[in-house]
């Protein structure tokens, strides 16, 4: 399940650098090996979670969930503050992905006999991704 999730999350970051492109936007991943940011802060999250999902292959999933939620939130704040409608797709297609992935990593904890509970998303919006599909094709932002 990863290794499927780090080819999804490779072909978004593509998606993210045709924008960065289009708008002339330097990519301030583009010199910078895996996990290596040159916000302090994103750094600092970055090597928390990492330490948190290193100690055994549940606490990975649950950071990997955690994750899941941060993104959804993030992306449904940056559509809510463009109307450019390229950058829109593209974030509702990341958000597409990050509920599918929601959904395996709650799945994947569930056959482990761990319930997951949402860290970031309201209960509802939390029951409303789980108790769908998996989503194909374009993405379609649900409201936070």
């Given at each position: 399940m990863f290794k499927n999730?780090?080819?999804s999350e490779s072909t978004h970051v593509n998606a993210v650098r045709s924008?960065?492109?289009?708008?002339?936007?330097?990519?301030?991943?583009?010199?910078?090996?895996?996990?290596?940011f040159t916000n302090p802060d994103l750094?600092?999250?970055?090597?928390?979670?990492?330490?948190?999902?290193?100690?055994?292959?549940?606490d990975a999933l649950m950071v990997g969930a955690l994750i899941e939620e941060?993104?959804?939130i993030d992306l449904q704040e940056r559509i809510d503050q463009t109307n450019k409608l390229d950058?829109?797709?593209v974030y509702e297609n990341l958000?597409?992905?990050?509920?599918?992935?929601?959904?395996s990593f709650v799945k994947t904890l569930s056959s482990y006999g761990?319930?997951?509970?949402p860290q970031l998303l309201s209960k509802a919006e939390y029951e409303e991704?789980?108790?769908?599909?998996?989503?194909?094709?374009?993405?379609?932002?649900?409201g936070h």
């Open positions: 999730i780090a080819e924008l960065l492109e289009k708008y002339n936007i330097t990519d301030p991943t583009a010199n910078e090996p895996v996990g290596v750094q600092a999250l970055y090597d928390q979670l990492i330490e948190m999902g290193s100690k055994s292959e549940v941060t993104d959804i950058i829109i797709a958000m597409k992905g990050s509920r599918n992935h929601l959904r761990v319930t997951y509970e991704i789980i108790g769908s599909e998996m989503e194909t094709g374009q993405g379609k932002g649900k």
